[in-house]
């Protein structure tokens, strides 16, 4: 046994035992996090008031003008993909949620270089209110129809009514090849845009032969952009064991190439097979410590990295990508429906999948964060 494999051992319990528990006790999803509420709401207002000094910034710099002219010349031609975002008025309207989720929507709009999107705000509320009139003078805004199979008393009827409602707008005023829909409950998070558009066109709807790109038959109906947090941890399935597998061999690999760089390249089988152990180890831990949300955040890093799979349970709607071959009938379907408390509109959307024989998907980590106060 070489002084390595004792440092490494000495290490290893240290870490385990003494650097973890400290330093994950303020990380939510870690096996010793520690739940301080009043701590959180602390770190929750500060970043709430970060997040309105950002936007109050980034629409001071705007030409209002130029922003929307902008935006109106993006919806008149055909894009990859339109975001519609479904506005209601707010009960605390101070936050600016909408404006958050609107402005960095923008920042995406104008970022990608690749792909060709469009912004369109549908007021769902039907009537005007302040921050919306504010954002009106920057960005294209629609009022929702007021239809008689709105009921007002019936808020899964609701939710349902501005979706389908919302999405005929777009309909009117956009040829797209997919529709992202939005409600003002989140902020995406930086270059979500580029990955949506990624995503749908190489993973979902397309592929590649002999190096070009062609199109495949995958007829799928939606994309959710946000991963609920039961689906996030590891658990016993295929996906998460062969995650897990992963982990462990990157870990030795990583050791055996730092051992034999630094003791060189003659080093005995049971030295090399110790060094693939410890770093197999120490992976292994540390992923199962911090836990897989964190772990997944390593995804970011390219759009081809994001896993997209098939949620086991109807997730609740907050942020869909849906291409625009499945709208026409999706839309009708829905007409049909009359969703309510025993018949939510998440559950109904579910059912889709089977009534028009199409795939739903979940992307993961997510692509949206909910920011509005419960």
């Known amino acids: 046994m070489t002084p390595h494999h004792l440092i490494l051992a000495f290490v290893y319990f240290f870490v385990v035992l ?15 996090y520690q739940d301080d509420p009043e701590k959180n709401a602390e770190i929750e207002a500060a970043k709430r008031e970060h997040r309105i000094r950002g936007v ?24 990859d993909n339109l975001v519609i975002v479904i506005a209601k008025k707010p009960a605390h309207e101070e936050d600016l949620v909408l404006s958050q989720l609107v402005a960095e929507i923008d920042r995406n709009i104008r970022q990608d270089n690749i792909y060709r999107n469009a912004l369109l705000i549908c007021n769902a509320t039907r009537i ?13 805004v629609l009022l ?16 349902k009514h501005d979706f389908v409602d919302c999405i005929t707008q777009g309909l009117r005023v956009n040829n797209f090849r997919h529709v992202t829909v939005i409600r003002d409950l989140v ?70 190439a730092i051992f034999r760089w630094l003791e060189g390249p003659f080093q005995p089988m049971s030295t090399r097979v110790m060094y693939a152990f410890y770093g197999a180890l120490y992976f292994l831990t540390f992923a199962l410590v911090l836990g897989r949300p964190y772990i997944s955040e390593l995804r970011r890093f390219a759009g081809d990295l994001y896993r997209v799979y098939d949620p086991p349970k109807a997730i609740h709607f907050s942020a869909l990508t849906l291409p625009s071959l499945a709208l026409p009938d999706l839309l009708t379907q829905l007409n049909l429906l009359r969703c309510s408390t ?33």
């Open 56 to 79: 109050q910034e980034y629409l001071k710099r705007l030409d209002a003008q130029e922003s929307h002219s902008f935006h109106t010349f993006q919806l008149s031609v055909p894009v």
């Open 187 to 256: 902020v995406p998070f930086s270059g979500f845009l580029n990955v949506v558009n990624q995503v749908t066109r190489h993973q979902l709807s397309g592929g590649m032969v002999r190096g070009e790109p062609v199109e495949e038959h995958n007829p799928w109906l939606f994309l959710h952009l946000h991963e609920p947090v039961p689906f996030r941890h590891y658990e016993f399935s295929g996906n998460c064991i062969r995650e897990l597998l992963l982990i462990t061999l990157s870990g030795a690999l990583i050791f055996v």
């Open 342 to 374: 025993y018949s939510p509109f998440h559950r109904a959307l579910d059912q889709m999948m089977t009534t028009l024989e199409r795939s739903g998907y979940v992307i993961s980590p997510s692509l949206v964060r909910y920011v509005v106060r419960s």
């Open 18 to 32: 003494v650097v973890l528990p400290i330093f994950c006790s303020n990380k939510v999803y870690s096996v010793h």
């Open 144 to 159: 929702a129809e007021n239809t008689t199979t709105w009921r007002l008393f019936n808020s899964e009827e609701v939710i």
């Open 128 to 140: 005007p209110f302040q921050e919306l009139e504010d954002l009106s003078q920057f960005y294209p």
